[in-house]
């Protein structure tokens, strides 16, 4: 099986946009997670989304949000971008709610 | 809430030596447990998960066993590799409002040197 895809690998932005990040799980999977990780901050945990549906998330700021589409890929969005919201994003799958496979992540840089 | 500390690194070692990572949890109920570990500018690859009280997780040479007494899942292996040099990450997966959601300790860099 394939596993986690993420799009794009690398990003740029500007202080004040806003950018969108995609997820592609592995095959059959239907649960997706979002957690960023900075050198300050470690790992820290963002959403999880099951069948379309957000069932926790993380203390971030309400300019992150995420959805989930029917066939399970994901997209996180963040507005109004900072420069602390530059991070490494990763996303994990997984089938059963337990065991997680993570993405290679989504280095975004934000000047 | 739930919280994952383990020991920081950095962590050298020669080929072969015996590898120790210590981590502690605090979660309340029946959490599972997890080490990962992350290559340079890769993402995070699975290593090994016990899912309850005394149980023994291994993979590749590396083992952990869940002791709930001591809230414990220290990670070993017996003779390490150049190639097991990266970042170590312990890892909660809640139960109840923590759900779903992964809580990791803050990494141990691994150096082997040959």
């Known amino acids: 099986k394939a596993g986690v895809t993420q799009t794009p690998r690398y990003l740029i932005k500007t202080r004040g946009q806003q950018v969108t990040l995609s997820c592609s799980p592995i095959?059959?999977?239907?649960?997706v997670s979002w957690y960023q990780q900075t050198p300050g901050q470690g790992l820290q945990f963002l959403f999880e989304?099951?069948?379309?549906?957000?069932?926790n998330k993380g203390n971030f700021p309400g300019r992150f949000s995420g959805r989930q589409f029917s066939n399970s890929r994901s997209e996180m969005n963040v507005s109004t971008l900072e420069l602390g919201d530059s991070a490494l994003y990763l996303c994990?799958?997984?089938?059963?709610?337990?065991?997680?496979?993570f993405g290679p992540g989504t280095r975004l840089t934000v000047t | 809430g739930d919280s994952v500390t383990q020991m920081e690194g950095p962590v050298t070692l020669s080929e072969e030596a015996f590898l120790t990572i210590n981590c502690t949890y605090t979660?309340?109920?029946?959490?599972?447990l997890f080490w990962y570990v992350q290559y340079p500018g890769e993402g995070l690859q699975l290593l090994l998960k016990?899912?309850?009280?005394?149980d023994k997780g291994s993979n590749k040479g590396f083992e952990a066993t869940y002791r709930k007494e001591t809230t414990s899942f220290h990670l070993e292996k017996g003779s390490v590799q150049v190639s097991d040099s990266a970042v170590y990450f312990c890892?909660?997966?809640?139960?109840?409002?923590?759900?779903?959601?992964?809580?990791f300790g803050k990494g141990t860099l691994l150096t082997v040197n040959p």
């Open positions: 994990a799958s997984s089938d059963s709610g337990v065991e997680q496979y």
């Open positions: 095959s059959g999977h239907r649960s």
């Open positions: 989304y099951f069948s379309e549906t957000q069932r």
């Open positions: 979660a309340t109920g029946y959490p599972s």
């Open positions: 016990a899912t309850k009280a005394d």
């Open positions: 890892a909660l997966l809640g139960s109840g409002g923590s759900n779903y959601k992964l809580t």
